[in-house]
C-alpha cells in the first residue's frame, strides 16, 4: 500500500494538479449535462488521432477510481500525442495508483511510473505532478530531507493559490513530523518570498496575473498601492491587470493557470460571456488539455 506520509497525499495532490483541487468535482456520471463514462468511451474510440478525447476518458476512469482503466486510456492518449508533459505525469499517477489499488504488497512507486514521470520532466521541466511524486520516491527511499527540499522547490514554482498548493504543504509538514526534521523556517522563507496576487475587493479572488516565470504576478509595492485605492479606482486596477494577462496569454498560449486565472477574473468582474470566451480560446490553444479546462470553467460556473 502507500502507506508513507507523503503517499498519503500523492492521489489528492496528482488530482488536484490535473483536475483544480475541487473536492466536490462531479464524475462523468454524475448528470448536469456532463458526457457519460459511455460517451466518453465511444467518443475515444471513434478518435484516430486527436489525444483529448482518450485524455478525457482517462480523467473519468481516474475520477471513479478505476485506475487500470485510466491507465489504458492514458496509453491510448500517448500513442496519439507523445509530447504532451501533462499526459505522461497523468499515467504516471494512474500507474502508482493502480498498482496500490490491485495489492497491498505492490510497489508503491513501480518504474513504469518513474518511467512516465522522467518522460513528463523531459518534455517539461516545471511539471508539478511530475516533480511532486519523483519527490515521494526520494522519501520511500530515505531520503527525507532531499524529499523536502524538492516539494520545497515545488512550492516556490508554485502559483499562490494554485490547487496543489496546500496539499504540498501538508505533505513537507508530515514528512518533517515523522522524521523529527523542522521544516517550519524553511517552509516560511518559500511561502514570504513568493509573490502575492491583487484581490478584487470584497471578493478574496485573485485579480488575474498568474505568478509564474511567463506571467509574474503584481509586485509588492503594486499590492500596497491597491489597498489604498477606493473600490472603484481598485476595480480599474483589477480591469487593467486582468487585460495584461490576456495579452500576456496571446504570447505564452500553452499556460494554462493562466488561462484559468483568465477565467475566473472575468467572472468575478462579471463578464461571463468574457469568461466563456477565454475558455474556448484556452481550449482552442491546448486542444490536449480541453477536457482540465472544461473542468475548471464548469467550477467556476461558466456555461
Avoid: C
Amino acid at each position: 500500500m502507500l502507506g508513507a506520509a507523503a503517499l498519503l497525499a500523492a492521489g489528492s495532490i496528482g488530482y488536484n494538479v490535473y483536475d483544480g483541487g475541487d473536492d466536490s468535482a462531479q464524475t462523468a456520471d454524475s448528470g448536469d449535462n456532463l458526457p457519460t463514462i459511455e460517451e466518453l468511451r465511444a467518443a475515444a474510440e471513434a478518435s484516430t488521432d486527436d489525444a483529448r478525447p482518450w485524455a478525457e476518458l482517462a480523467f473519468a476512469h481516474f475520477e471513479r477510481g478505476e485506475f487500470a482503466d485510466s491507465v489504458a486510456a492514458y496509453e491510448r492518449a500517448i500513442e496519439i500525442d507523445d509530447a504532451a508533459a501533462e499526459l505522461w505525469s497523468a499515467l504516471g499517477e494512474a500507474r502508482v495508483m493502480a498498482l496500490d489499488a490491485a495489492s497491498a504488497a505492490a510497489d508503491p512507486m513501480p518504474q513504469s511510473a518513474l518511467d512516465a514521470f522522467a518522460k513528463a520532466l523531459e518534455l517539461d521541466p516545471t511539471d508539478p505532478r511530475a516533480r511532486y511524486f519523483l519527490a515521494v520516491k526520494q522519501d520511500i527511499d530515505g531520503d527525507h530531507n532531499g524529499a523536502i527540499s524538492s516539494w520545497l522547490a515545488l512550492l516556490s514554482d508554485t502559483p499562490p493559490g494554485a490547487p496543489w498548493e496546500g496539499d504540498v504543504v501538508r505533505t513537507i509538514q508530515q514528512v518533517g513530523a515523522i522524521n523529527d526534521i523542522d521544516v517550519e523556517q524553511r517552509l516560511a522563507t518559500v511561502m514570504e518570498g513568493r509573490t502575492p496576487e491583487v484581490l478584487l475587493p470584497g471578493s478574496g479572488t485573485a485579480a488575474g496575473e498568474a505568478a509564474s516565470p511567463s506571467l509574474p504576478g503584481p509586485s509588492a509595492q503594486q499590492v500596497a498601492d491597491a489597498g489604498r485605492l477606493n473600490p472603484t479606482e481598485q476595480r480599474n486596477m483589477a480591469v487593467g491587470m486582468v487585460e495584461r494577462l490576456e495579452g500576456r496569454l496571446e504570447n505564452d498560449p500553452s499556460n494554462i493557470d493562466g488561462w484559468v486565472m483568465l477565467m475566473r477574473s472575468r467572472m468575478t468582474l462579471g463578464e461571463p460571456d468574457r469568461a466563456k470566451q477565454a475558455l474556448n480560446d484556452a481550449i482552442a490553444a491546448n486542444p490536449s488539455r480541453a477536457g482540465e479546462l472544461r473542468t475548471a470553467a464548469d467550477r467556476l460556473g461558466i456555461r
